[in-house]
């Protein structure tokens, strides 16, 4: 199986989810913010790792909020 591609307006939409649900000084918020600027795959997977390791009510919650 592929690995899930990169996508930075994603990352974007995350890291102002998570500065509502969890504060903008919340590692996870932090580094989906600088994973959507930097758009370095580096980036990305540290911020994928940190989103996955949330509460599963706020990984929840933040991917609602994100639903279109």
Known sequence: MAEPKFDADA???LA????FICGPDHPTAVALKAA???GTEQDAKKART???RLKPGDRKAALTMIAD
């Open 16 to 19: 102002n989810a998570l500065n």
């Open 11 to 13: 990352m974007g939409k």
């Open 36 to 38: 959507a600027e930097s």
């Open 50 to 52: 940190l989103f996955l």
